[in-house]
């Protein structure tokens, strides 16, 4: 049990969220099924963040998620794309990690493209999504793209 607790603990220090709703273990659902869930829930979040839709950007977010990552902040998002000429071509999953059962991050490989004197460049960075069971629904807990060097 203390095991457990420290776990969710440094979930919530590493995510940065501080949240009340209750995080169950996953279930043993079938690889593929739940594999093409996932890329239903990036697909989704991609197509939102392309065309500046933050409803359905969000509509996974949990709860503290939703407060934290306002439509301002999503606009921030969109507008440092646009502010260096990127525009999101291309998603895969490359891969999902499990983190105990608790929650999982899934990582995935977004290519930007940007417009050059050279023609069209493209850019590969990582970004990842952290998803839990939240109340019996699969929400998204926390996001993040690469750094930028």
């Known amino acids: 049990m203390r095991k457990l607790m420290q776990a969710a603990l440094l979930l919530t220090?590493?995510?940065g969220f501080v949240g009340c709703s209750s995080i169950a273990p996953a279930t043993d659902n079938d690889d593929s099924s739940?594999?093409?869930?996932e890329i239903r829930l990036g697909d989704a979040m991609m197509i939102a963040l392309q065309t500046g839709d933050y409803a359905k950007f969000s509509r996974d977010f949990s709860k503290e998620l939703k407060e934290s990552v306002t439509e301002n902040a999503f606009r921030k998002i969109r507008s440092d794309l646009e502010e260096r000429q990127e525009s999101i071509a291309r998603w895969t999953l490359l891969d999902t990690l499990d983190?105990?059962?608790l929650y999982r991050t899934e990582v995935w490989k977004i290519t930007l493209e940007k417009n050059s004197k050279s023609g069209k460049i493209?850019?590969?960075?990582?970004f990842y999504v952290t998803k839990?069971?939240?109340?019996?629904k699969t929400k998204i807990i926390g996001f993040r793209f690469d750094a930028l060097f």
């Open 99 to 101: 983190r105990g059962g």
């Open 13 to 15: 220090l590493s995510l």
């Open 132 to 136: 839990a069971n939240l109340d019996g």
């Open 34 to 37: 739940v594999q093409q869930t």
């Open 122 to 126: 493209g850019i590969e960075r990582l």
